[in-house]
């Protein structure tokens, strides 16, 4: 079971729903209080099983923190008093931690009912903070929930995880928490925003939502004025729109393939990408799979198509670049270029301060991104980690591979990673160690001599019909036909044709 404390979020929902979704995006984004917190909103829970007169209590009930965010209206009546005061009234019975935060400098403009609501709470000891917009807010959120979590559970975060935390707010780009009018959930790929849904259920423990709330969880969607309609962020268009260059341009991944060392007028290949990220992300390396070449080897009964680039370095180097790029330039794309010798990824923008190329190349630093937003739900899609590894970590799948280590550059304006290739040389591409028992000891063990015989056969490229093996090993059509029934059974070897034309082959293993 999650032992999350979950953070509920309380305000006169419509007046400061973007504040609101800040909030929740904090939580969501921040590495430390992600590991410790599960923002709730109420009108993003599931419907409560039975009947109630005030459901968005029962929504409270379950929390371990309270925040309180207040403006200058007090909200509807629900009885005597407004959904949002009898959310604070219960907090304090149950005597939950609370966070009080107020938005404007002076009171003069709140109404009559606000105010009174903010004398009861200081007149209950309350100290509370102002602020005047989301980004004033988020940096003192920070550290009230963190204060709050060490004062009232122990949960005690490190400096540098609270300076980690500010500066994430700090370096944040403005672009992806943007929310688009004309755009709706319905429009996404939903078959993503579904495995999102799962991902959150699991880690937060609890049951799946609808799409919208789902989204609106992890701070990717915020409540416009019309009833029931959520408006969707820049950030998660880019992770779930079908196709996102149609309304961000930058958001198009541009691949070309060269035979030659340099950039020629006459590639040998082309793409332009335009996807979910996710998607995206597929489709870059299939491309270069497609693209580059895959030596055979033999490997015991194994005759295995290697790669010429490790696909975990790959994918690590292109995650980073649509990850951590700048989106706020429309005209810069991240570039993938392939070479005879080569592999060169660019991306918009440079490392974020106090990030530098020796500090990436060293590995564990911290980890920082323009694009908390896109980067956690990447890594709530199983697609990236946070763990300020990723460079380490490619430097490894390169060299592991026999390959030289990644060069880290910066050129007019683009962060560039260049992975060196073999360049002809395939000899020193290494097998991977989980390829040495693609056919698994307790498999070869149960095959008798002449079965392995036949096995070596095919691993050298052999097709072999019954009538060929009768001969060469002197034996009858029924004992060879099942001797290949055997290797078919063990998902060795396949059978091409029929009748006469029947012959065996060694089964296709990437």
């Known amino acids: 079971m999650s032992h999350k404390k979950h953070v509920f979020i309380s305000s006169v929902q419509k007046e400061l729903e973007f504040e609101r979704a800040a909030v929740a995006g904090l939580i969501a984004t921040d590495p430390f209080l992600l590991h410790y917190c599960i923002p709730v909103l109420f009108e993003k829970e599931p419907a ?16 371990a923190v309270y925040i309180l965010l207040i403006a200058n209206e007090y909200g509807r009546p ?5 959904a949002t005061h009898h959310e604070y009234r219960l907090a304090q019975e149950l005597q939950l931690p609370t966070i ?13 009912e606000t105010r009174e609501l903010i004398e009861e709470i200081r007149q209950a000891g309350h100290t509370y903070k102002r602020f005047h917009d989301r980004e004033d807010l988020k940096p003192e959120m920070l550290r009230a929930i963190m204060r709050t979590l060490a004062d009232e559970y122990g949960i005690n975060a490190t400096d540098a995880e609270l300076s980690e935390g500010e500066h994430q707010i700090e370096a944040a780009s403005a672009f992806e928490t943007a929310v688009l009018r004309d755009v709706s959930v319905a429009s996404l790929d939903q078959e993503l925003v579904e495995v999102f849904n799962k991902r959150i259920a699991v880690a937060d423990d609890s049951q799946e939502l609808s799409p919208e709330a789902a989204l609106n969880a992890r701070g990717l969607v915020v409540c416009s004025d ?11 268009f880019i992770v779930f729109a079908p196709c996102p260059a149609h309304h961000f341009p930058q958001c198009e991944i541009l691949i070309d393939a060269y035979d030659d060392i340099r950039i020629t007028g006459r590639p040998k290949g082309q793409l332009n990408v335009n996807a979910p990220l996710p998607r995206a992300l597929d489709q870059v390396l299939k491309f270069i799979d497609d693209h580059t070449f895959h030596p055979r080897r033999v490997v015991g009964l194994n005759n295995v198509r290697l790669d010429e680039y490790p696909v975990t370095a790959l994918r690590e180097v292109l995650l980073n670049a649509v990850a951590h790029r700048s989106y706020d330039d429309a005209s810069r794309k991240v570039f993938v270029r392939l070479f005879r010798d080569r592999i060169e990824i660019a991306s918009p923008g440079y490392p974020l301060k106090p990030l530098t190329l020796a500090k990436l190349r060293r590995g564990g630093y911290r980890p920082c991104s323009r694009n908390p937003l896109i980067a956690q739900t990447l890594a709530t899609l199983d697609k990236m980690e946070q763990r300020g590894s990723g460079f380490a970590r490619m430097r490894d799948a390169m060299l592991d591979h026999g390959l030289d280590e990644p060069k880290l550059d910066q050129q007019d304006g683009f ?12 000899d020193r591409i290494r097998t991977p160690s989980y390829i040495a028992s693609l056919v698994p000891p307790a498999v070869e063990a149960r095959l008798t001599d002449r079965q392995r015989q036949i096995m070596a056969e095919l691993v050298q490229g052999a097709v072999l019909t019954s009538k060929i093996c009768q001969e060469r090993f002197n034996v009858s059509a029924p004992v060879i036909a099942a001797d290949f029934q055997i290797l078919i059974e063990e998902s060795l ?7 006469r034309a029947t012959r065996y082959v060694l089964r296709s293993r990437s």
């Open 48 to 63: 409560p099983p039975r009947p109630s007169s005030k459901p968005y209590l029962e929504a409270l009930r379950g929390c």
């Open 78 to 82: 629900d009885g005597d008093l407004s």
């Open 100 to 112: 009080v935060f107020l938005k404007g400098a002076a009171d003069t403009n709140r109404s009559p």
């Open 226 to 236: 019309t009833p029931d309609k959520v408006l969707v962020t820049v950030a998660a």
């Open 415 to 426: 962060f560039v990673v260049t992975l060196p290739g073999p360049d002809g040389n395939y």
């Open 493 to 499: 070897v396949e059978r091409v044709g029929a009748g």
